[in-house]
């Protein structure tokens, strides 16, 4: 494909339907808008322009594939989503590697087989393939009940059955499936914390940090990075925490470097991968990759797998990978319990109105009058009524 100018790429980008904000978005990138450019053509899509968003999108996914890349049988690709064969990022991301891995002997029916062309994976099917997998492991639930919970979604995810399934099903079918084999949670499932004695301080332990030859200085040991506290010495407010977080720690330092896996890493993460990863390393400490899957509907594992190998590329091996989807529980009962000590409420307020509230004017400009939210003092028990609605899908998005 001839080079095209930037006023030739933003005409042909408007006309199948990208928005002037995205446009602008795309061209700062020069790999990226010639093969978004190359994908569009490639796709016969033009007679039928303006394309529908998720058509848009799904071409522009490609193109952050591709980063100027010219991969031989790319048409079938393009042509794949203008038919509405490819509508997923994980189906087009498939679609990629198999024309990338087959240049001269491209087989249409290997490559919808590869990118799950026509595959349709209902919610009663997701529902027998997860019932099937707990079943397999149900003495183990049973003995451990629901300490297991947070690794099963992990390992529902990488069920080969599951691979085309929406992500979005996983986690409701596993609580109902849990609470269906071992009831509800009771105190068999209450953590116990035992408060303990503060040890006594040994003076002989100030004498050996005397002794400490200093370590090379170095962006660990200076600035911001320099004045954080020792591990153990965090400020916080309830002694069992943070005597339960010591005996976890045991001196050394954690750190954690937390994703959202719903799209590529860019050059600013590489800073929060070196920090993180880095301060835990110096300090012969441990840090953690914690994917922050809240986002299921967005999230596709071509991201999993990217960041994993970013982190690697950059010389960091995580201690381990975790999901913020694993506490989904936790985050639950932590707040109905701010809902039902008052500090939390649910509220109905439109964006307009929650401007309003916090002094923005009708123009647009700040300085107006602010006032409470008119859903702030109603009832605890109204607001756990709103909030378990949410929880159980009553408001659809």
Same mark, same amino acid.
């Given at each position: 494909?001839?080079?095209?100018?930037?006023?030739?790429?933003?005409?042909?980008?408007?006309?199948?339907?990208?928005?002037?904000?995205?446009?602008?978005?795309?061209?700062?990138?020069?790999?990226?808008?010639?093969?978004?450019?190359?994908?569009?053509? &490639?796709?016969?899509?033009?007679?039928?322009?303006?394309?529908?968003?998720? @058509?848009?999108?799904?071409?522009?996914?490609?193109?952050?594939?591709?980063?100027?890349?010219?991969?031989?049988?790319?048409?079938?690709?393009?042509?794949?989503?203008?038919?509405?064969?490819?509508?997923?990022?994980?189906?087009?991301?498939?679609?990629?590697?198999?024309?990338?891995?087959?240049?001269?002997?491209?087989?249409?029916?290997?490559?919808?087989?590869?990118?799950?062309?026509?595959?349709?994976?209902?919610?009663?099917?997701?529902?027998?393939?997860?019932?099937?997998?707990?079943?397999?492991?149900?003495?183990?639930?049973?003995?451990?009940?629901?300490?297991?919970?947070?690794?099963?979604?992990?390992?529902?995810?990488?069920?080969?059955?599951?691979?085309?399934?929406?992500?979005?099903?996983?986690?409701?079918?596993?609580?109902?499936?849990?609470? &269906?084999?071992?009831?509800?949670?009771? @105190?068999?499932?209450?953590?116990?914390?035992?408060?303990?004695?503060?040890?006594?301080?040994?003076?002989?332990?100030?004498?050996?940090?005397?002794?400490?030859?200093?370590?090379?200085?170095?962006?660990?040991?200076?600035?911001?990075?320099?004045?954080?506290?020792?591990?153990? @010495?965090?400020?916080?407010?309830?002694?069992?925490?943070?005597?339960?977080?010591?005996?976890?720690?045991?001196?050394?330092?954690?750190?954690?470097?937390?994703?959202?896996?719903?799209?590529?890493?860019?050059?600013?993460?590489?800073?929060?991968?070196?920090?993180?990863?880095?301060?835990?390393?110096?300090?012969?400490?441990?840090?953690?990759?914690?994917?922050?899957?809240?986002?299921?509907?967005?999230?596709?594992?071509?991201?999993?797998?990217?960041?994993?190998?970013?982190?690697?590329?950059?010389?960091?091996?995580?201690?381990?990978?975790?999901?913020?989807?694993?506490?989904?529980?936790?985050?639950?009962?932590? &707040?109905?319990?701010?809902?039902?000590?008052?500090?939390?409420?649910?509220?109905?307020?439109?964006?307009?109105?929650?401007?309003?509230?916090?002094?923005?004017?009708?123009?647009?400009?700040?300085?107006?009058?602010?006032?409470?939210?008119?859903?702030?003092?109603?009832?605890?028990?109204?607001?756990?009524? @709103?909030?378990?609605?949410?929880?159980?899908?009553?408001?659809?998005?």
């Amino acid at each position: 494909m001839s080079s095209m100018s930037e006023e030739q790429l933003c005409q042909l980008f408007s006309q199948v339907g990208f928005e002037d904000k995205k446009i602008k978005e795309i061209i700062k990138n020069n790999k990226v808008s010639t093969s978004l450019a190359l994908v569009i053509q &490639a796709s016969d899509a033009l007679d039928s322009a303006p394309l529908d968003k998720s @058509e848009t999108a799904l071409l522009h996914h490609l193109a952050t594939l591709l980063k100027g890349k010219e991969v031989e049988g790319i048409d079938h690709v393009s042509k794949g989503i203008h038919s509405k064969k490819l509508t997923s990022n994980l189906q087009v991301s498939e679609a990629l590697k198999y024309v990338e891995s087959h240049p001269n002997n491209f087989n249409n029916e290997e490559f919808e087989k590869a990118s799950g062309v026509g595959i349709q994976v209902t919610e009663d099917e997701v529902k027998k393939i997860i019932t099937d997998y707990l079943n397999t492991i149900k003495d183990e639930i049973e003995n451990n009940r629901y300490k297991m919970v947070p690794a099963l979604l992990a390992n529902v995810r990488q069920l080969p059955q599951l691979k085309w399934a929406s992500p979005a099903l996983f986690k409701p079918i596993i609580d109902a499936q849990i609470l &269906a084999m071992i009831g509800p949670k009771d @105190e068999r499932d209450v953590v116990k914390k035992e408060k303990k004695k503060k040890p006594v301080k040994d003076s002989r332990v100030d004498d050996k940090k005397k002794n400490v030859v200093e370590k090379a200085r170095n962006m660990f040991t200076e600035g911001f990075l320099g004045d954080l506290h020792k591990p153990g @010495e965090e400020p916080q407010k309830w002694d069992d925490t943070i005597q339960a977080h010591r005996e976890f720690i045991k001196g050394k330092v954690y750190t954690r470097f937390p994703p959202e896996p719903n799209g590529f890493l860019h050059i600013g993460h590489s800073k929060a991968i070196m920090v993180n990863f880095g301060y835990a390393k110096y300090h012969d400490g441990k840090c953690y990759l914690r994917y922050d899957d809240t986002n299921p509907e967005a999230e596709e594992q071509v991201y999993f797998d990217s960041i994993l190998r970013c982190v690697k590329w950059l010389g960091f091996e995580p201690w381990k990978i975790t999901y913020s989807s694993d506490y989904f529980d936790q985050l639950y009962e932590l &707040a109905e319990k701010l809902i039902k000590s008052g500090y939390a409420y649910v509220d109905h307020s439109t964006a307009e109105e929650v401007k309003a509230q916090r002094g923005v004017k009708p123009d647009g400009t700040p300085g107006g009058e602010r006032f409470p939210s008119p859903w702030r003092d109603r009832s605890v028990e109204e607001n756990l009524t @709103e909030f378990r609605k949410m929880r159980d899908g009553f408001y659809k998005p």
